[in-house]
């Protein structure tokens, strides 16, 4: 059992609609969580950083940590065609603990 | 501008070849990384390096050796290249040992 699973997709979506990416993982000792876009050809790029449990809202992003159920989702609001890429949840202990990502969901927004 | 580069982008060479990818960051940040993605998108952590000092080295051949010359730089070079060393090699840095990390442009290396 891989320490991070991520659907890999792809999914689908019409513009407009709310985007639900999520993500499960085992490591009970995770407590900081990010994810990542990632367009093709190019190198990840951050979208959000958490700490713990809890939301954090930016803009049209919002990301949510349920460390008792060990899952965090991003919800994508008013989606745009340029949301269309792979999405990459990660997470670490801290420290000089690894940064272990999930296999990245492909999302495509269609006009 | 570019917080993070790496050079060359695209990198096609030889089985048995030795190659070397060279990684900058203008961020001022202490820690950086080397990552391999594969076909399937899968990113994993090769080494780590704080302040010039190497604190992650995952499981991976010692044909893969990095080198930080100091804190802005972090090179890898890999001997003996292999098939299964196909792959997209991502620098990224962090500031310190805080997680948020920056990653460059990747660098698509193929092996015939």
């Known amino acids: 059992q891989k320490e991070v699973e991520q659907d890999p997709g792809p999914l689908s979506v019409p513009e407009g609609a709310i985007v639900s990416l999520n993500c499960t993982y085992s490591?009970?000792?995770?407590?900081?969580f990010m994810w990542y876009r990632q367009y093709s050809r190019k190198g990840p790029e951050l979208l959000m950083y958490?700490?713990?449990?809890g939301n954090k809202e930016d803009g049209r992003f919002t990301a949510q940590v349920d460390k008792s159920s060990k899952y965090i989702s991003l919800f994508i609001r008013d989606s745009q065609p340029s949301d269309s890429a792979t999405y990459l949840c990660a997470m670490s202990a801290g420290g000089a603990q690894k940064l272990v990502f999930g296999q990245g969901t492909r999302l495509t927004i269609n006009p | 501008d570019t917080a993070v580069s790496q050079t060359p982008k695209y990198l096609v060479t030889q089985m048995g070849n030795d190659k070397s990818i060279k990684c900058e960051q203008n961020?001022?940040?202490?820690?950086m990384y080397w990552y391999k993605q594969d076909s399937k998108k899968f990113l994993k952590i090769m080494f780590s390096?704080?302040?010039?000092?190497?604190?992650i080295n995952e499981t991976v051949p010692n044909r893969f050796s990095p080198k930080s010359p100091d804190k802005a730089h972090l090179n890898l070079h890999i001997n003996s290249l292999e098939l299964g060393d196909s792959a997209v090699y991502f620098c990224?840095?962090?500031?310190?040992?805080?997680?948020?990390?920056?990653f460059g442009p990747g660098t698509r290396l193929t092996v015939l």
């Open positions: 958490t700490y713990s449990s």
């Open positions: 961020l001022g940040h202490d820690t």
């Open positions: 490591n009970s000792a995770f407590q900081y």
């Open positions: 390096y704080n302040n010039k000092e190497l604190i």
């Open positions: 990224a840095s962090s500031p310190g040992l805080v997680n948020e990390q920056f």
